[in-house]
């Protein structure tokens, strides 16, 4: 995967416009000749490029000037953006194209199912006189686009929630108004031998009318391996909501095809944290994978930053849903400017029966914040052949929590908190190659355990052995629900160990199944 990808987005993000630009008088935008549109026509175009060999787009030569400091000088007007007039649901602001983002992609405006490329156009942004990008051709295209919050709010103009820029990345605010995680509209060979490749979103048509208040997105996905059709139902709730519907023309053997994938970046946390690495308690964007498998089991895998590049595979069947999370809320426990504690998590549920598969988690070895390393996506059972078609659906939700469905009755504690620790017990010499582990659950059954009651453990390891001394007890901060358990893992060598534990009371499951690789060592 692109691991400076986060960087690229983050450097990308237009700022605030000051009041001086605010104040300028719109500028018509240039509108290209009106063709049909339909998601059946976008389909069909998707299907015959397919058939075709691939035609990769070239970059603009001149892009390659804007570096960082001078693209951060380039700065869109809102009022000149689409449907700043209110004749759409939401106005769009432009990304400009820069040394990171060389390739033009088309955007269309759509109304009564007639569609025109919306034409790049200096005028639109303000820049110095000097800009690099004055050398740009008139034909340079976008980088891409965002979404604007609606115009009822008077900060529209500096508020955005969505934004689709860099490859088939895009990624949305939370309901605490923040970015974080992206996603992707599909992921192939990631961490494969034949080496990930990253398709585009090469042209978008942006629908005029909404429906029910959502913004309409369709997309034309492009690349060597596949193409593809996408539609995107966005909705601007307490977070955001995006509906996707996707056709995909495979135009060859793919050997790893990531559908729905979520990428996002994970450092340290309180788990595992290198002595001295970083004033910081904790850095990441999410800290754990949450899965509702298609029996209904409810799992939590926290994030590793793994000596080497780990997949790890969650075999299921008809899977209900999954999601990269951001669980840790507390200031305290990053104290950093940039509001860790508040990035949204996302979770995926699919619509429709998806089969068998899996869920894969990539974990990508990191030295520092910059760099996306986490990939969740699910993985279909059948082998990606040349000449399929294949259809997704499915539901993005972009939230501080995942969306009720995947937490439903009856209700679980939920896994809060991973730590690591040296084995045995205080006071007595601490055995070598022993590890000790304690994980900490809060909420449901055990909010209404009786007093002097204990819930039972269940624990599963890979290989390797428990030791004798195992504890669980009630975490003594008055906080009703709130319990851990600790036990010691005895084993040897540097393979992964795979370890399972969850909460019983009266025979029935009380928490949600923490499931935790292990790197010894």
């Known amino acids: 995967m692109a691991l400076t990808r986060r960087t690229l987005f983050a450097g990308?993000?237009?700022?605030?416009?000051?009041?001086?630009?605010?104040?300028?008088?719109?500028?018509?935008?240039?509108?290209?000749?009106?063709?049909?549109?339909?998601?059946?026509?976008?389909?069909?175009?998707?299907?015959?490029?397919?058939?075709?060999?691939?035609?990769?787009r070239s970059p603009q030569a001149a892009a390659q000037a804007i570096d960082y400091d001078a693209h951060g000088k380039i700065r869109f007007t809102p009022e000149r953006g689409l449907f700043a007039d209110g004749s759409g649901p939401y106005p769009v602001s432009f990304f400009h194209l820069g040394r990171y983002f060389q390739k033009g992609v088309a955007i269309h405006e759509v109304r009564s199912g007639r569609s025109r490329e919306i034409l790049y156009d200096p005028a639109l942004f303000t820049m110095p006189d000097d800009s690099p990008a004055k050398a740009l051709p008139a034909n340079a295209g976008f980088a891409g686009f965002r979404l604007q919050e609606s115009r009822k709010r008077k900060d529209w103009r500096t508020q955005d929630w969505i934004a689709f820029l860099g490859a088939s990345y895009f990624r949305a605010i939370g309901e605490l108004n923040q970015y974080g995680l992206s996603a992707r509209g599909i992921a192939l060979n990631v961490a494969t031998p034949e080496?990930?490749?990253?398709?585009?979103?090469?042209?978008?048509?942006?629908?005029?009318?909404?429906?029910?208040?959502?913004?309409?997105?369709?997309?034309?996905?492009?690349?060597?391996?596949?193409?593809?059709?996408?539609?995107?139902?966005?909705?601007?709730?307490?977070?955001?909501v995006i509906d996707v519907e996707c056709q995909l023309f495979l135009r060859r053997d793919i050997a790893r095809l990531g559908i729905a994938p979520l990428t996002s970046m994970y450092w340290f946390?309180?788990?595992?944290?290198?002595?001295?690495?970083?004033?910081?308690?904790?850095?990441?964007?999410?800290?754990?994978?949450?899965?509702?498998?298609?029996?209904?089991?409810?799992?939590?895998?926290?994030?590793?930053?793994?000596?080497?590049?780990?997949v790890s595979s969650f075999l299921d069947e008809n899977p209900r849903g999954f999601g990269l999370m951001q669980r840790d809320r507390l200031f305290d426990h990053y104290t950093d400017g940039v509001y860790y504690e508040r990035r949204p998590s996302a979770y995926v549920e699919p619509v429709?029966?998806?089969?068998?598969?899996?869920?894969?988690?990539?974990?990508?070895?990191?030295?520092?914040?910059?760099?996306?390393?986490?990939?969740?996506?699910?993985?279909?059972?059948?082998?990606?052949?040349?000449?399929?078609?294949?259809?997704?659906?499915?539901?993005?939700?972009?939230?501080?929590?995942?969306?009720?469905?995947?937490?439903?009755?009856?209700?679980?504690?939920?896994?809060?908190?991973t730590r690591l620790?040296?084995?045995?017990?205080?006071?007595?010499?601490?055995?070598?190659?022993?590890?000790?582990?304690?994980?900490?659950?809060?909420g449901g059954p055990l909010t209404r355990l009786p007093k002097g009651a204990l819930p039972q453990v269940q624990l599963w390891i890979s290989r390797g052995s428990f030791g004798p001394y195992q504890h669980t007890e009630a975490v003594p901060n008055g906080l009703a629900g709130h319990w851990r358990t600790q036990f010691d893992l005895l084993v040897e060598g540097p393979q992964p160990v795979e370890l399972?534990?969850?909460?019983?009371?009266?025979?029935?499951?009380?928490?949600?199944?923490?499931?935790?690789?292990?790197?010894?060592?």
């Open 500 to 521: 399972r534990a969850s909460l019983m009371i009266g025979g029935k499951p009380a928490s949600e199944t923490w499931s935790y690789q292990y790197h010894p060592g």
């Open 269 to 310: 946390s309180e788990t595992r944290k290198p002595a001295m690495v970083d004033w910081r308690p904790e850095v990441h964007d999410s800290d754990g994978l949450q899965l509702l498998t298609g029996k209904g089991e409810r799992l939590w895998r926290p994030l590793n930053n793994p000596p080497q590049v780990t």
């Open 352 to 417: 429709g029966d998806w089969g068998a598969g899996a869920v894969q988690l990539v974990e990508i070895p990191t030295d520092d914040e910059i760099h996306d390393n986490i990939v969740a996506m699910w993985v279909p059972g059948e082998p990606a052949k040349a000449g399929e078609k294949r259809s997704y659906r499915y539901r993005i939700t972009w939230a501080a929590d995942a969306p009720k469905a995947a937490i439903a009755q009856p209700a679980l504690a939920r896994v809060v908190a």
């Open 195 to 240: 080496g990930e490749e990253f398709p585009d979103f090469t042209a978008f048509y942006i629908d005029a009318k909404a429906e029910k208040g959502a913004a309409i997105i369709h997309a034309l996905l492009e690349g060597p391996s596949l193409t593809g059709a996408y539609t995107f139902t966005c909705r601007r709730d307490k977070g955001v």
């Open 421 to 442: 620790g040296n084995g045995g017990q205080p006071g007595t010499e601490r055995p070598r190659g022993v590890r000790k582990f304690l994980v900490e659950f809060l």
């Open 12 to 56: 990308m993000m237009l700022p605030a416009m000051p009041d001086l630009v605010l104040a300028q008088q719109p500028h018509a935008m240039r509108l290209g000749e009106a063709a049909p549109f339909s998601r059946d026509i976008l389909k069909a175009q998707a299907e015959r490029l397919a058939a075709a060999p691939y035609q990769p």
